[in-house]
Each structure stands twice: as C-alpha cells, then as structure tokens.
C-alpha cells in the first residue's frame, strides 16, 4: 500500500474512532441526557482515542521510514560477494539498483548482476510496505480497542488530552530548540576545522581576501589569503546604506499611515507598499544593474566622479527600497497600538499632534520600532543576489560606496558553489564566515532586547 493511501486510511481509523468512543461514553452513563455526570465532555473521550489510534501508527511510520533504507541495502549488499568487490563498488551497485527501481526500467537492464540486485531491491520495498500497512493498521485498531476499554464515567478524558497536547507544544517547542543548536553546532565544528589551518587572528583582523587555494602539492601559488576585514566592511558599508534609504522612508511612512492618512488612504497605501516585500530579490537585482548603476555612474561622470560599472551605492540604495516594507508595516502596526489614553492624555495637556508624536507616541512605541529595524538590517546583512548583481564579487577594503565591494554572505554562496572539498581551507572558510555572521545577528538582537527591556519598563 502506498504511503499516502495508508495514511488516508489512518485518518479514516482515526476519526471512527473518535466517533465510536464518543458513543461509548454517552452509553455508559445512560445516553446524552446525562452526558453532565461524565467526568469530561463526550468530545474529550473521543479526542482521547483518536490519539491512541494515530500516534503509534504515526511513530511507526517514522521510524519505519528510517530503518527501512538501510535495513533493505544492507539485504541487497548481502549477495554481492565482498571478496570480489570493494566499498565503493558495492555502493555504485546499490545505488543503480535503486535508480532502476524508482525508475521501472528493470526489464530493460541488460546486466544481470544490476537486474538481480533492482528485483531484489524491489521485492524486499514490496514486503517491507506489505508488513508496513498491516502492522500500522493493526497497531490503530488495537489503540483504539485499548481505549474504548478504558472509558468509564470516572475517567479523567480530558486532563489526558491536554497533557498529550502540552507534551506536543512542548516538543514542537523543542524541536525549534534543538535545530538551532544542531545549526550552530555544525557550523562551528566546521568553522574549528578551519581556525586549525588559518590562525584566527589572520582571519579576523587580514586585510586581504583571496581563498584560493592549491589542489595539487605541484601546483604554484594560490596559496589562499583569509583576511575577512573587507567582506565585514563591504557587509556593513552595503547594510548602512540600506538601513540609511529604509529607516527614515518606513518611519515617516508608517507615522502617516497610522495618524495622519485618512482610513480610505491606508487601506490602499499600505497594501501597495507591503507589494515591495513580495518582489523576488532577483528583480531588484535586474533593476539595479539595468537601472540604478547605470544612472549613478553617468550622474558622477556628471560631476567629474569616478563610479565602477558595479558599486556599493547602487546595491545598497536598491536593497533599501527592498526592506522599506519591513520597517514600515511593522512600525506602523506598532504605533496603532499605542494606547489611545497616552495621546487623548498629551491633547489634554495641550500638547499639538506632532508634539504627541514626538514625546508620547514614539516613545511608547520605541521598543516596537526597534525591532523592525533590527528585522530589516538582518535582512539586508543576509542579502545575496542584489549584492551579486550590483556590486560584484571584489573583494575590496573600501568604504567609498563608489567602487566595487562584497558581503559575506556573497562570499560563502561562492565558497560553496560547484564540487569542493570539505577538508581544504577555501571550503572550511564559507563556515567560519557563516560563523562570524552568526555572532554578529546575535549581538544584534541583544542590543534591540536592551532596548525594549529599557523603554517597556519606563512606559508599561
């Protein structure tokens, strides 16, 4: 039985049994006129099957799902002879033989060796989802049985229901918990890798960026050079500008949108400018290379500047036409909900409406405001194609936005593009940068959460 026809009729299981139990709970105590002397509601007894019912077959499933790739090639590899055969022989065969498999192109195999191993292969899928179907069905029925037998009017249906549900919050909870950490950990484990061969002080403090490397002992040169001093400076130069074009746009258009355009206005302005957020990033990248670059460089040859065909200027001024949304909405959102007590106080003290802004409104709302702020540099920091596109892939120690620069995050895309190898510096540094970028996002958001502690505790 497919999987998803299996898992159809787990639903199907699941539901008679949330109606059988809910039945059964009513017949105990003499009908639905009396359902008031159960112990819980008679939904809550039939929640509480439904859950007996679904969660070991769902449980195997997935563990089924993971022993059952390995359980099955370690079968298949059992017929070669390993005497004959080597490591990575036997893999090719195991997976060629899948490949046919999923393929169903078996009976035109030529080789007999691959077409013994994919018929195999293929025999061992068929029982393995055979015996699959029949022990998660069975472990349904038998969940469901287990509880029907349970119910008594006694029962405490409900506490159990919440307590499995308090378990799921918590492991979904856990579940983002442990991700973040898995992510963390994998980066720095590689990142500690690549602190062995460059020392972190040239890393960290090199003034020159060219990670090439040497493949081969004969090869000459590339020897590699891993100063991150300009991908950190081309980050924070592109970011800046952006920040500079968002920041005061999505404020003044958020402050008008929330207490100066009139209710008709804002149900079309906003709606439009939120259009921004949704554009893919490689649009605006067609945009500034097609556009933004070109009128900046004929603008400074103008006025006798010298501006590179791909510069910081025109990426940063287009990724902050990008993130004017994120600054916007969010701090518009912010600002409506500033109580409307604190401004009919400020107008009652004679305070104008740009005075309540200023020394109520705003301050209120700061904490809020931050935030959008701090949302919008993370994503200009973690930008990729409008970097590619407009400034290039130079890695140049500059803070003129009028010449050619990168960002980190261009250089750990270019790291890591095409075959490489995992134990040579030039790949081990997209982690150690990856890495610097974390601590960066982090520091971020601890001062952001300084703020809103400050501010919430003075105006809450």
Known sequence: MAISSLILLLLLLTAAAYLIAKRRALQTVGGRRNASQLNSLPS????????????????????????????????????????????????LLLNQAQNLVASGRIDSETDPLRRGLAEHYR????????????????????????????????????TRVERFMLGVLAASASVAILTTLGIVLSVLFEAMQFFREVPPTDFLFGTVWSPQ??????????????????LFVGTLLISAIA??????????SAIYLSEYAHASVRSVAKPVMEVLAGIPTVVYGFFAVLTV??????????IGLSVASESALAAGL???????????????????????ALRDGSFGLGATKSETIRQVVFPAALPGIVGSILLAASRAIGETMIVV?????????????????????????????????????????????GLMLFFTTLLLN???LHVVRKYREQYE
């Not at 439904?50 to 590899?77: H, K, N, S, T």
């Not at 490397?213 to 300009?230: K, N, Y």
């Open 44 to 91: 809550h007894y039939g929640a509480l099957a439904a859950i007996w019912c679904v969660v070991p077959a769902l449980v195997l499933l997935l563990l089924w799902g993971v022993l059952e790739g390995p359980v099955i090639d370690r079968q298949v590899a059992a017929q070669l002879d390993p005497a004959t055969l080597d490591g990575g022989n036997v893999n």
């Open 446 to 448: 601890v001062f952001a």
């Open 318 to 340: 287009v990724m902050g036409i990008m993130i004017i949304p994120f600054v916007s909405s969010l701090s518009d959102d912010v600002i409506k909900a500033v109580p409307q």
């Open 123 to 158: 025999d061992l899928q068929d029982r393995s989802g055979l015996l699959r179907s029949v022990l998660a069905i069975a472990l349904a029925v038998i969940g469901t049985a287990f509880a029907c037998s349970r119910i008594t009017r006694t029962l405490r249906a409900r």
């Open 293 to 302: 670059a070109p009128a900046i460089r004929r603008l400074g040859e103008s």
């Open 389 to 433: 596109m407009a400034a290039g892939l130079s890695a140049n120690l500059t803070i003129n936005p009028l010449e050619a620069v990168t960002t980190v995050t261009v250089q750990i895309v270019t790291l890591l593009t095409g075959d490489q190898e995992f134990d040579s510096a030039k790949t081990l540094a997209a982690f150690a940068l």
């Open 213 to 230: 490397t040497a493949i081969r002992a004969d090869q000459v040169g590339a020897s590699g050079s891993f100063g991150a001093i300009p």
């Open 243 to 252: 920040l500079t074009v968002a920041v005061p746009i999505g404020l003044m």
